[in-house]
């Protein structure tokens, strides 16, 4: 089983924020009402090429904080996390405090 996984040509491997279900006094939060579908980059492929074979670097690095789409996608299991595979022109938009 594989343990790593980097990804190829301009796709990105993002792991999907899950909001909290209840507050740290628990009450039960309502499943609409933290629904951003966000997700953490954890790997980077190199980027794709133009015609004329020149590098077109990815847009997003590991560490960013990314809006995603509400489908689409490749899931990816490695060990016991879920993962997911995006091309980079599919993430909406990086997400900053």
């Known amino acids: 089983m594989a343990k790593r996984l980097i990804p ?3 796709r990105v491997l993002v792991e999907k924020i899950v909001p909290p279900s209840k507050t740290t006094a628990g009450i039960l939060l ?3 009402s933290s629904k951003l579908n966000s997700g953490k980059v ?4 190199p980027g794709t090429r133009d015609k004329s074979g020149n590098t077109i670097p990815v ?3 590991e560490g960013d904080t990314v809006l995603l789409p509400e489908y689409g996608g490749t899931q990816v299991k490695l ?4 993962f997911h ?3 980079d022109e599919d993430i ?3 997400l900053h405090d």
């Open 79 to 82: 060990g016991e996390k879920e």
């Open 85 to 87: 595979l995006f091309r």
């Open 59 to 61: 847009a997003v690095k």
């Open 8 to 10: 190829t040509l301009n």
């Open 42 to 45: 954890v790997a980077v492929g």
């Open 92 to 94: 909406l938009g990086t």
């Open 30 to 32: 309502p499943e609409k």
